[in-house]
Each structure stands twice: as structure tokens, then as C-alpha cells.
């Protein structure tokens, strides 16, 4: 199984950037895919989750409304579109994808198999 994420960079406060994490050896359609992140020196954290039916999760409270996760199961993939980026949301991004269907874990890093490289996303102030 490989998940690779791209889409990362360098952009201003209150741009926008989309990733993208293609999964092989696996199908979003039987995963959950979800997006952690990592800024320098904090804990990776959760970003957003969907389901292995499609239906997404609550976001975390800090992207709400500026951050969109999707998918597209033709071509195996999760995106995340991130709008009016904050130079908080500066981290290495990583995507992720998981069995089990407990909600109440969906937000835990523990309870995901499969893990991508990571890319990074820096916003400028």
C-alpha cells in the first residue's frame, strides 16, 4: 500500500492551495481518508476526514469553513482545498487511510494503517 501526497507550497495569508493524496494497494471506497498535519515543534493533529462511504467528519474546529475534503474514487484519491490559509496553517500536511468504522476514533492518528510521505505547506505573513 502507497499513499502519495503532493500539492504543497509557499503562499500568501488569504491564498489557497489544494492536495491531493493517491492511494495504491487500496481503495477509498472500502477507506476512510483523512489529513493530519504537523507544524514545527507541536503534535500532528487532525485536519479532516472522509469516510469510507463518502460522507465526511466534522473538520477540525481551527479549519472549519476554509478547509474541504473530497474524493474521487475513479482515480483513488483525497483532496483537501485549503482557502484563506493563515500562516498557523503552516505544517507538513499528511494524508492517511484506515478500516474500522468507530467515529469516536476517526480524529485519533493511532487508528490509521497507512500513512503518506507528507508534504509541506508554508503560508506566508
Known amino acids: 500500500v502507497q499513499l502519495q501526497a503532493s500539492g504543497g507550497g509557499l503562499v500568501q495569508t488569504g491564498g489557497s492551495l489544494g492536495l491531493s493524496c493517491v492511494a495504491s494497494?487500496?481503495?477509498?471506497?472500502?477507506?476512510?481518508g483523512a489529513w493530519f498535519r504537523q507544524a514545527p515543534g507541536k503534535e500532528r493533529e487532525f485536519v479532516a476526514a472522509?469516510?469510507?462511504?463518502?460522507?465526511?467528519?466534522p473538520y477540525s474546529n481551527s479549519v472549519e469553513g476554509r478547509f474541504t475534503i473530497s474524493r474521487d474514487t475513479t482515480k483513488n484519491t483525497v483532496y483537501l482545498q485549503m482557502n484563506s490559509l493563515k500562516p498557523e496553517d503552516t505544517a507538513v500536511y499528511y494524508c492517511?487511510?484506515?478500516?474500522?468504522?468507530?467515529?469516536?476514533?476517526?480524529?485519533?492518528?493511532?487508528?490509521?494503517?497507512?500513512w503518506g510521505q507528507g508534504t509541506l505547506v508554508t503560508v506566508s505573513s
Open positions: 492517511a487511510a484506515r478500516t474500522g468504522q468507530i467515529l469516536s476514533t476517526i480524529r485519533d492518528d493511532r487508528y490509521y494503517n497507512y
Open positions: 494497494g487500496l481503495t477509498f471506497r472500502r477507506y476512510t
Open positions: 472522509i469516510r469510507w462511504n463518502g460522507a465526511s467528519t
